[in-house]
């Protein structure tokens, strides 16, 4: 039973810093893809941040020079850095992972940024 949990999320003022979290249990990263999505307010969920086997990242332009997406194998985790945080990064932030071709999803943690 694979099953993600983020942490991390809050309520910080434009121009702060979050850290987020993302645990798994129920497998071991082997070659898996990890991911981070969003979804503010009235529009659909979209990708962030990915991370693969070996450290090879992307990113979405929105984000690129102020998160950093990272991971450790040994404890079945991986982050979100996000720096200089501007209102428009408002919304639910879901990790996922793809393994063995199936893409499993965290529940969510809800990230604010006040102006």
């Known amino acids: 039973q694979v099953r993600l949990v983020e942490s991390g999320g809050g309520l910080v003022q434009a121009g702060g810093s979050l850290r987020l979290s993302c645990a798994a249990s129920g497998y071991i990263f082997s070659s898996d893809l990890m991911d981070w999505y969003r979804q503010a307010p009235g529009k659909q969920r979209e990708l962030v941040a990915t991370i693969i086997s070996g450290g090879v990242t992307d990113y979405a332009n929105t984000v690129k020079g102020r998160f950093t997406i990272s991971r450790d194998n040994a404890e079945n985790r991986w982050y979100l850095q996000m720096d200089s945080l501007e209102p428009e990064d408002t919304g639910v932030y879901y990790c996922?992972?793809?393994?063995?071709?199936?893409?499993?999803w965290g529940r969510g943690t809800q990230v604010t940024v006040s102006s």
């Open positions: 996922s992972a793809v393994l063995n071709r199936l893409r499993y």
